[in-house]
């Protein structure tokens, strides 16, 4: 595979290693789904999927992409994979990483579905043609590339007219939450938020520290509301909705620990999802 930029190639390195993206991003094979749950949601039994499904979907989404072309674009990992094709969706995925595309197989054959897998880069997605795909599904990955204007023009390419493409970004406002540094994050008050993510390019400094301010660049990206909103409007799609992540748990009589991913989820609001749609002909 040839590499767009030092982006690709880091990520690439990354994602095949497991490590600190896999952890805090949580990409991993499930494979302990009940597909019950499944058959419940679209049969109107269950308002909603299980958890973790649920917090990162549009629910009339699912709903809509039973039984049609999915693209779950640099998705790789048996999460997204699984809950499409459990939904009786024909399902392909594209990742960068090797290791991932191996998960998505892994879990279709632990559930005995079909998958297709593609090894590329979420910017170039040549090996589909021209609208190929009902849905383009998208949980947080554009993070990991400078500009998300090359994605979406590639994902109006592979939509189908009146196709839905379904994007999930980080907060740019609550961004430097997610850094590992001692300046960020909880400090035992509440969390702080301690430099501006306009530079966009996440760094590692010379202690291990991520940072925007200094060092080499992780291959992590920090993407403002401008270019995610304008960049759909300018590429042609029409923005259906937006939704923000929050972990149930936040709504339950259960104690999280500060500093937790709960805990941080339900105090700030650190992703959120576009929902945008392709003309119909």
Same mark, same amino acid.
């Given at each position: 595979?040839?590499?767009?930029?030092?982006?690709?190639?880091?990520?690439?390195?990354?994602?095949?290693?497991?490590?600190?993206?896999?952890?805090?991003?949580? #990409?991993?094979?499930?494979?302990?789904?009940?597909?019950?749950?499944?058959?419940?949601?679209?049969? !109107?039994?269950?308002?909603?999927?299980?958890?973790?499904?649920?917090?990162?979907?549009? @629910?009339?989404?699912?709903?809509?992409?039973?039984?049609?072309?999915?693209? +779950?674009?640099?998705? !790789?990992?048996?999460?997204?994979?699984?809950?499409?094709?459990?939904?009786?969706?024909? $399902?392909?995925?594209?990742?960068?990483?090797?290791?991932?595309?191996?998960?998505?197989?892994?879990?279709?054959?632990?559930?005995?579905? =079909?998958? $297709? *897998?593609?090894?590329? =880069?979420?910017?170039?997605? #040549?090996?589909?043609?021209?609208?190929?795909?009902?849905?383009?599904?998208?949980?947080?990955?554009?993070?990991?590339? &400078?500009?998300?204007? &090359?994605?979406?023009?590639?994902?109006?390419?592979?939509?189908?007219?009146?196709?839905?493409?379904?994007?999930?970004? +980080?907060? @740019?406002? *609550?961004?430097?939450?997610?850094?590992?540094?001692?300046?960020?994050?909880?400090?035992?008050? !509440?969390?702080?938020?301690?430099?501006?993510?306009?530079?966009?390019?996440?760094?590692?400094?010379?202690?291990?520290?991520? *940072?925007?301010?200094?060092?080499?660049?992780? !291959?992590?990206?920090?993407?403002?509301?401008?270019?995610?909103?304008?960049?759909?409007?300018? #590429?042609?799609?029409?923005?259906?909705?937006?939704?923000?992540?929050? =972990?149930? #748990?936040?709504?339950?009589?259960?104690?999280?620990? &500060?500093?937790?991913? &709960?805990?941080?989820?339900?105090?700030v609001s650190l992703y959120f999802g576009v929902l945008a749609?392709?003309?119909?002909?």
């Amino acid at each position: 595979m040839r590499f767009i930029d030092d982006a690709a190639r880091i990520n690439h390195q990354n994602w095949n290693k497991g490590g600190k993206f896999e952890h805090h991003y949580g #990409s991993q094979e499930v494979l302990h789904v009940n597909p019950e749950d499944f058959r419940a949601f679209l049969e !109107g039994r269950a308002e909603r999927l299980p958890d973790p499904f649920a917090v990162w979907a549009f @629910p009339e989404v699912l709903r809509y992409a039973a039984g049609k072309n999915v693209l +779950c674009l640099a998705n !790789g990992g048996g999460q997204q994979s699984v809950v499409f094709s459990l939904l009786g969706c024909r $399902v392909s995925v594209l990742d960068i990483s090797e290791l991932q595309l191996e998960r998505d197989r892994m879990a279709a054959e632990h559930y005995g579905y =079909d998958v $297709v *897998t593609v090894h590329g =880069d979420m910017r170039d997605l #040549s090996a589909f043609a021209d609208a190929s795909f009902d849905l383009v599904y998208q949980n947080i990955s554009i993070v990991f590339v &400078p500009d998300v204007r &090359p994605v979406y023009r590639e994902v109006v390419r592979v939509l189908k007219p009146g196709g839905f493409y379904e994007v999930w970004h +980080c907060n @740019p406002a *609550t961004f430097a939450v997610e850094l590992d540094n001692p300046s960020s994050g909880w400090d035992g008050i !509440g969390y702080r938020i301690s430099e501006s993510s306009r530079s966009k390019v996440v760094r590692r400094d010379s202690d291990g520290h991520e *940072t925007f301010r200094e060092g080499e660049p992780i !291959g992590e990206y920090a993407h403002q509301l401008s270019d995610i909103f304008n960049g759909l409007i300018e #590429s042609g799609l029409t923005i259906e909705g937006v939704s923000e992540e929050s =972990d149930e #748990s936040a709504h339950l009589d259960l104690p999280l620990e &500060p500093g937790s991913e &709960p805990h941080k989820r339900s105090i700030v609001s650190l992703y959120f999802g576009v929902l945008a749609r392709k003309a119909p002909d």
